[in-house]
């Protein structure tokens, strides 16, 4: 099955700087790769997701990358703010798996 | 509109002792799915429901674990002669069909077996 690793586990950056969050997986067949933004006591909320026929899409400070060839994603959100502060999470999926499979997450904090 | 709502927020219960936690999908929205999430840990897949499918079990630890979703709406997950390790945050979420990926979450329900 899908196996998504991500890194790093926790990452502490200064308000204005830039932060990147990286993803692998395992299984060439997904095609769906989604990015979720927890704060404590919710559940996780979509921020951006990125299909596997475009390399790159932004939304305003955060962007997601995708390389298919080495099977890796990453979050990048940039002039970070305290309020970006949370647990980030990766996840993969495909036609075929409804479900997706998540990465362990990132704890970002954002020093003011 | 109103998003993914889920009862109850938090349950205490007993080791040996049934819980039910249930889930309100995203109206309109025909899949759902049950995620657990350990502390400190990711989203771990349990079950997933499309429209009137049978449902894909494939993620669920036990046969302590079961799931039903009546009329195609909302949703109970119940787990059976609770066991200690089965404390987590229940998350269910839902998209809008089969063809569409982004899954909306609910707050989760906080089980803690004591």
């Known amino acids: 099955g899908e196996n998504v690793e991500q890194h790093p586990s926790t990452l502490s950056v200064q308000e204005g700087d830039s932060a990147v969050i990286k993803c692998t997986y395992s299984d060439s067949a997904s095609n769906y790769f989604p990015w979720y933004k927890q704060e404590l006591g919710k559940g996780p909320q979509l921020i951006i997701d990125?299909?596997?026929?475009?390399g790159e899409k932004k939304d305003q400070r955060i962007a997601v990358t995708l390389n298919k060839t080495a099977k890796h994603f990453s979050l990048h959100i940039t002039e970070t703010q305290p309020e970006d502060s949370a647990v980030y999470f990766c996840a993969a999926g495909d036609t075929g798996r409804r479900a997706l499979t998540f990465g362990s997450g990132t704890r970002l904090q954002v020093q003011p | 509109g109103a998003g993914v709502s889920q009862s109850p927020s938090n349950k205490v219960t007993e080791k040996g002792k049934d819980v039910e936690l249930r889930c309100d999908p995203i109206?309109?929205?025909?899949?759902l799915y049950w995620y657990r999430q350990s502390l400190g840990q990711g989203l771990e897949f349990l079950i997933y429901f499309q429209g009137n499918s049978a449902p894909d079990k494939s993620g669920l630890p036990s046969d302590r674990f079961s799931a039903e979703r009546t009329g195609g709406s909302v949703s109970t997950l119940t787990i059976q002669r609770t066991q200690q390790e089965d404390s987590a945050v229940y998350l269910c979420?839902?998209?809008?069909?089969?063809?569409?990926?982004?899954?909306?979450f609910g707050p989760g329900t906080r089980l803690t077996v004591t």
């Open positions: 979420a839902s998209s809008l069909d089969r063809g569409n990926y982004e899954q909306y």
């Open positions: 109206s309109g929205h025909t899949a």
């Open positions: 990125i299909r596997s026929n475009v």
